[in-house]
Each structure stands twice: as structure tokens, then as C-alpha cells.
């Protein structure tokens, strides 16, 4: 069966400190992978969808960037953090090349930039 | 403006329907999707409809679409505690992106 994990679970990070947000899936191959963010606990939105190895697609290009250096890792990461930046941040993967699947999340990752 | 649109809040007794209603702009959406969230967890998949379908039952789940005024909405019949959570209309247009509504938050009081 397919499982996706994301860590850390939850994390402080004081303000221009970096970021790394890791989401990796296991039991399939090829998925898209998606990064969320969800401010306040209200609303979800898209930052990054992936097709492909090396393959990036931004929806919000703020300091936020990225990676997918294996095909079922993907990884989030800032430079310097904003308070802006706290909130709850979802990954998820969808099987590639069907037309109805659902998505599949992670846990999140709850982070407050201080 | 959003993409997707929901209101934010909805209060109901235990016992009651609850209606929960989404809005989108874009007609190319071939698939419309309801997301449960519980608190601090990920989205899980509730029920979804094709575009060429107006209306589509799972048990206590109803959902209804009306594709000329790009209106979806869920309909849970029994509401129980257990159906407080935040409710996400979700709708996969073009391409691979997946796009969320604002979500909204159903409170079940007793």
C-alpha cells in the first residue's frame, strides 16, 4: 500500500533562518507530488506541484523554492524565513496519468516562524 | 478573486442535514472533489463527482452540481459530532494542478 510521510511534524524557526520541509512517498511510482500551505487553519493553497524528477511547477513565487531530487522525495525550502511563512504546510501525491485520482496528504508540518 | 470559493463557517445540531456550498470559475473542471480535515491532520478524500453528472449519493453524502452556475455543494444527512471539521471543495482543472477552496469550518453542536 501506498504511504506518505512528511517531517518534522511540527517546528520553531526564528525569522532569516533556512528551511528544509521533507515529503517523500512510498508504494508507487511516478506520482505528482504537491506542496500546500494552509495560513490560520483556514483555506489551502497551492506553492509547488511536481510531474517529474527535477520537474517544478510555482504557484506562489515567493522565497520559498522546491526540489524533487528522487522521484518520491519532494522538498520545500527557504533561504531566510518570514514571519509570513508560518502556517501549516501539506504535502500530497496523486497517481500520474489517470484522470480521476484522488489526493493523498500528509500529516503537515506545522511551523512558526518566531 | 479565488479560484474556489466556500463560506467560511457553518453551525448545525447533531441530527440535522448540513449543506455545505462551493463555487468556481474556471468550466474546464472535469472533476470536483469534498476534502475532510480534522484538527492538525492532512485532507482525506471524502466524495467526488465528474462534470457530466448533476448529482451523486455515498451513504449519508449528497452532492449536487449545477454546471451553469458552477455551484457544488455536499449535503451530510445525520450530522454527528464527528462530522466537525473543516470541509474542502477541491476541483482539478488543466493539467495536474488541484485546486482548494477556502474551506469551511462545521461546527456540530448538541
Known amino acids: 500500500s501506498q504511504t506518505i510521510h512528511q517531517w518534522p511534524a511540527t517546528l520553531v524557526q526564528p525569522v532569516g533562518s533556512p528551511l528544509s520541509l521533507e515529503c517523500t512517498v512510498e508504494?508507487?511510482?511516478?506520482?505528482?507530488l504537491y506542496w500546500y500551505r494552509q495560513a490560520a487553519g483556514r483555506g489551502l493553497q497551492l506553492l509547488f506541484y511536481?510531474?517529474?524528477?527535477?520537474?517544478i511547477s510555482s504557484e506562489v513565487p515567493q522565497n520559498l523554492s522546491a526540489s524533487r531530487p528522487q522521484d518520491r522525495q519532494f522538498i520545500l525550502s527557504s533561504k531566510k524565513l518570514l514571519l509570513s511563512d508560518s502556517g501549516f504546510y501539506l504535502c500530497?501525491?496523486?497517481?500520474?496519468?489517470?484522470?480521476?485520482?484522488?489526493?493523498?496528504f500528509g500529516q503537515g508540518t506545522r511551523l512558526t516562524v518566531v | 478573486g479565488e479560484d474556489v470559493e466556500q463560506s467560511l463557517f457553518l453551525s448545525v445540531r447533531e441530527g440535522d442535514s448540513s449543506v455545505i456550498n462551493c463555487t468556481y470559475t474556471?468550466?474546464?473542471?472535469?472533476?470536483l472533489y469534498w476534502y475532510k480535515q480534522e484538527p492538525g491532520a492532512g485532507l482525506q478524500l471524502l466524495t467526488y463527482?465528474?462534470?457530466?453528472?448533476d448529482m451523486k449519493q455515498d451513504q449519508r453524502l449528497t452532492v449536487l452540481l449545477n454546471k451553469k452556475d458552477k455551484h457544488l455543494s455536499l449535503r451530510i444527512a445525520d450530522t454527528q459530532t464527528g462530522d466537525s471539521a473543516i470541509y474542502f471543495c477541491?476541483?482539478?482543472?488543466?493539467?495536474?494542478?488541484?485546486?482548494f477552496g477556502t474551506g469551511t469550518q462545521l461546527k456540530v453542536e448538541l
Open positions: 463527482i465528474f462534470s457530466n453528472m
Open positions: 508504494g508507487t511510482s511516478n506520482p505528482n
Open positions: 511536481s510531474v517529474g524528477i527535477g520537474q
Open positions: 500530497a501525491w496523486r497517481i500520474r496519468g489517470r484522470r480521476n485520482t484522488e489526493a493523498f
Open positions: 474556471d468550466s474546464s473542471s472535469t472533476y
Open positions: 477541491s476541483r482539478r482543472g488543466g493539467g495536474n494542478k488541484l485546486t
